[in-house]
């Protein structure tokens, strides 16, 4: 990666990120295809660094996946989120930190129109109290998940079994770093480094041992574009679009791709299966993909935990090509089993991409 | 100026992100859908900006306002601090009060989307959920989306989910009063009234089309045009 310029972006952009004691809501969409990767922020936070992140089972989706596809009105999601505010204030707690980007994009727009229109904050908290009578204060501190496990990156490298280091050559591992669209580009000074170069996983991948690789369509969205995906006539888009990246990366040869957004890495990792199911065309070596992390998952490979404990069985671009190159080591026999070992049923294998 | 300019103004979105574009175009070159679509960002701001509310009514009524993907990577780069992303938002939500919406095949999808993304807030407290995201509908969720549909329980237990369970967690059954607040909210913030309005205008653009709501939702969902896409 070039640096020049970027360390001054980054400088630019940092921001106030407290050390503890967080109320904490998750995403809808990391929920239903990263379940662990929820488990594993917690198990990092709580666990291994013993911090206080408190969750309420009160708390529900943001609307914001909703909301983009014009389903309820601004004033709906605004007020969903005041109900979200009102869980943190009675629970005792100021800081805020959210799973999903596409809520945390939503934060920080709700906060800033309530910030520039004091109206309508007036108007939100006259809607809360007449369907919930419920009253809220404004959280002190905004933080996405991705955000804390930047802040304690180096109390994790600390504690690493591994690193995002190539074992047979001693070299770092090429690193993709992508970013949820709505992470910065919206505001750009609520994300860690900006919009341009994000720095929030730029700064775990290199802690790490890993290197982050420049190329053309670094900051193109990965192709979600929400109803351009929940719609079936429309996912043309969507995978247009990341087929446009995987050709952007090709030719650096990415030994992985971490992203911070929850629907990022599972568009990034179907997509390249359709598109090897219908062009015959893989972006890994050998006939393989390439392997697309959660930062939980990342972190968690680093801390040493189990790849089927992360829940890298539930890719669809096999990871083991990427566990071997750092060494990491698995059972393959227990990839597809249930709890207590039960053996599951092995899901059908795609016909021209290469599973393990 | 016009009426429909008039209800645009008073949109949020319109009065913090809509200053003064000059057409420089910089936001068609950063934008997934304008790669896709026949789409261009800089003419939808400039004709919510011309006030000419022929134009408007036209746009609304289009396929155009239904291409963006709200990535808002135009928001990042216009040199204005226009958000073409946030207008069009607000032009969508014009277009559904107005009715307008069902004049387009793009802008007919609203009914499928908001079935199932409403449904499974009011229902289960999310806006996707496993039980209604079903493979054949998701095909390219692949053939690890088929096993862990096929196996949901299993897996999301080794992985540590609270599946439908009471207390906190991964997919945790939020508890019915919970659910009852966001009924509430819809109702007190017009999402109630706008899925009526959507039902309300999809069964009669229905009947115009010789077809019942079940297969007009249908093929909503399911049918893409000729001459949306750049060739």
Redesign the interface.
């Known amino acids: 990666m070039i640096y020049k310029g970027k360390q001054k972006i980054w400088s630019d952009y940092q921001k106030e990120i407290p050390d503890d004691h967080w109320f904490y809501v998750r995403s809808c969409i990391r929920q239903n295809f990263f379940p662990a990767s929820e488990v594993t922020f917690l198990r990092i936070l709580r666990d291994e660094l013993g911090k206080d992140i408190y969750e309420t089972p009160h708390h529900t989706t943001c609307g914001g996946i909703a909301y983009h596809q014009e389903c309820i009105p601004q004033e709906t999601q605004m007020t969903i989120i005041a109900r979200q505010f009102a869980l943190m204030t009675e629970a005792g707690y100021e800081n805020y930190a959210c799973s999903c980007i596409t809520s945390f994009g939503l934060y920080c727009e709700t906060l800033e129109t309530w910030h520039e229109m004091p109206e309508v904050l007036d108007r939100i908290r006259e809607n809360l109290w007449k369907a919930c009578r419920r009253e809220f204060n404004i959280p002190k501190y905004l933080a996405h998940s991705s955000d804390l496990v930047y802040k304690f990156r180096d109390e994790i490298a600390d504690r690493a079994k591994y690193k995002l280091v190539n074992k047979d050559t001693g070299e770092p591992l090429k690193v993709v770093e992508h970013i949820g669209c709505h992470y910065a580009k919206m505001f750009p000074s609520k994300g860690v480094g900006g919009a341009e170069y994000p720095y929030v996983l730029v700064g775990m991948a290199e802690r790490w041992g890993g290197n982050v690789i420049d190329y053309p369509e670094r900051r193109h969205c990965c192709g979600y574009g929400f109803r351009q995906y929940h719609v079936k006539a429309n996912r043309g888009y969507s995978i247009s679009n990341t087929h446009k990246k995987f050709e952007s990366m090709e030719p650096y040869h990415p030994d992985f791709i971490v992203t911070n957004c929850p629907g990022c890495p599972y568009f990034l990792d179907r997509w390249q299966y359709v598109i090897a199911e219908q062009t015959g065309k893989t972006y890994g070596g050998n006939g393989y993909g390439i392997p697309v992390l959660t930062y939980e998952e990342m972190a968690g490979l680093v801390l040493g935990y189990d790849p089927w404990d992360l829940g890298m069985q539930t890719h669809q671009i096999a990871v083991e090509p990427l566990l071997d190159k750092i060494g990491v080591k698995y059972d393959e026999s227990k990839k597809y089993e249930g709890t207590g070992g039960k053996p599951l049923p092995e899901p059908e294998f795609p016909m021209n991409i290469r599973c393990c | 100026m016009g009426k429909l300019y008039e209800r645009l103004a008073k949109?949020?979105?319109i009065?913090?992100w809509l200053k003064a574009c000059m057409n420089c175009g910089v936001c068609v070159s950063v934008c997934?859908?304008a790669?896709?679509?026949k789409y261009s960002p800089k003419t939808i701001v400039n004709i919510v900006q011309s006030q000419d509310d022929e134009a408007i009514e036209a746009l609304l009524k289009s396929e155009t306002i239904?291409?963006c993907?709200?990535?808002?990577?135009c928001?990042?780069r216009c040199p204005r601090k226009n958000?073409p992303g946030q207008i069009v938002?607000a032009l969508?939500?014009l277009s559904?009060d107005m009715g307008y919406f069902a004049e387009s095949e793009?802008g007919r999808?609203?009914l499928?989307?908001?079935r199932?993304?409403?449904g499974?807030?009011l229902n289960y407290?999310?806006?996707?959920?496993?039980r209604t995201?079903k493979y054949e509908?998701h095909p390219?969720?692949?053939?690890?989306?088929?096993?862990?549909g096929?196996?949901l329980e299993?897996?999301?237990?080794?992985?540590?989910?609270n599946l439908e369970q009471?207390?906190?967690?991964?997919?945790?059954?939020?508890?019915k009063?919970?659910?009852d607040?966001?009924k509430?909210?819809?109702?007190?913030?017009?999402?109630t009234e706008?899925?009526n309005t959507v039902e309300e205008v999809s069964r009669r653009k229905a009947e115009e089309m010789g077809l019942d709501m079940e297969e007009y939702c249908k093929r909503?969902?399911?049918?893409?045009g000729k001459g949306h896409?750049i060739e």
């Open positions: 949109d949020i979105r009065k913090e997934p859908a790669e896709f679509y239904w291409y993907g709200e990535c808002m990577s928001m990042t958000a938002m969508r939500s559904i793009k999808q609203q499928p989307l908001q199932a993304l409403c499974n807030i407290g999310y806006c996707v959920y496993p995201f509908d390219e969720s692949g053939t690890i989306g088929k096993w862990i096929e196996n299993e897996v999301h237990k080794r992985l540590g989910s009471d207390g906190p967690g991964v997919l945790r059954k939020i508890p009063e919970s659910l607040e966001l509430a909210i819809f109702d007190v913030t017009g999402a706008r899925m909503a969902f399911n049918y893409a896409t």
